[in-house]
């Protein structure tokens, strides 16, 4: 049980530093070498480099989410940081944030696709507001 933290914790640094390194190439290294192709080496090259690339960043991503994870449940649930008493139940509060947490997500995406979003004063006091109130 003493080994599964630190593993975790460099899986998750591994995943992390390979998620971010595909990232990188293909906002700074593939968008400039990608700039000087001609059309016709274009057609032959992206079309041959871009799905594995894509595969492999795809991969990056939920490798790093999901050893995330585990290392969250490893460090709060394993590390002693759950209840105190294990006959503990929860109260209403943590449900109302876990609530809010959810539905301001979908509160979040409406506002912002609604015609509020074209007056960046209007929505940004709004947004402001609704962190108050959540906070």
Do not use: C, Q
């Amino acid at each position: 049980m003493d080994l599964i933290h630190p593993i975790f914790k460099w899986l998750h640094i591994i995943a992390g530093i390979t998620w971010i390194g595909l990232l990188y190439f293909f906002n700074w290294i593939n968008g400039h070498v990608a700039a000087t192709m001609d059309g016709e080496t274009k057609k032959k090259v992206i079309p041959e480099l871009m799905p594995r690339t894509l595969y492999f960043f795809r991969w990056g991503a939920a490798w790093t989410w999901i050893t995330g994870v585990v290392l969250l449940l490893v460090i709060f649930y394993h590390g002693g940081l759950t209840f105190d008493d294990p006959d503990a139940t929860w109260g209403t509060w943590p449900f109302i944030m876990i609530a809010v947490t959810f539905l301001g997500v979908f509160l979040y995406d409406f506002l912002y696709k609604s015609g509020l979003a074209s007056n960046v004063r209007v929505i940004t006091i709004i947004s402001f507001l609704l962190v108050g109130v959540v906070v």
